[in-house]
């Protein structure tokens, strides 16, 4: 008994210990330069018309110009099939072609401003202020796509 005992705790160890990983970085996946900002967001139940009203006319808005001027790549909405379940229900994701686009530039900045326009950056600030009414913002995050050879 002591011996089935021994074997079995054993058993249990090898079995607990971490597994060691065989993939290599460029050799078995590629890591893509395209990084994408992902936004999760949980949105206040029967809100959601009401927060993707406000986006329309700041986030997206925002993103189409920045899309037009080149800065980004892409931008996009996911809403989840079941808004009242987990810690968010929207996500947000704006892709960018690589991190150095993530960088400060007073150039891009400039241009954006003058195609976004003052009126354009009141207006965002008198709809953004509602937002913590209708929403939390529960995670941000810079992401790579994983590609697998």
Known sequence: MKIL????ALG??????PAFAQLETYKDYDISD??????TVKVDANMGDYY???????WVASNEVAKKLGHIEDYAIYASALP?????????VIQYKNTA?????????????KEWGAQNVKKSREVTKT????????????MHEITMK
């Open 5 to 8: 005992s021994t074997l079995t």
């Open 12 to 17: 249990m160890i090898a079995f607990a210990q």
């Open 34 to 39: 395209t990084v994408s900002s992902v936004t």
């Open 52 to 58: 993707l009203e406000g986006l329309k006319g700041t």
């Open 84 to 92: 009242v379940s987990g810690e968010f229900n929207m996500i947000l």
């Open 101 to 113: 686009d993530l960088a400060p530039s007073k150039a891009k900045y400039d241009a954006f401003m």
């Open 131 to 142: 937002y913590p009414d209708i929403h939390t913002i529960t995670g941000e995050y810079m």
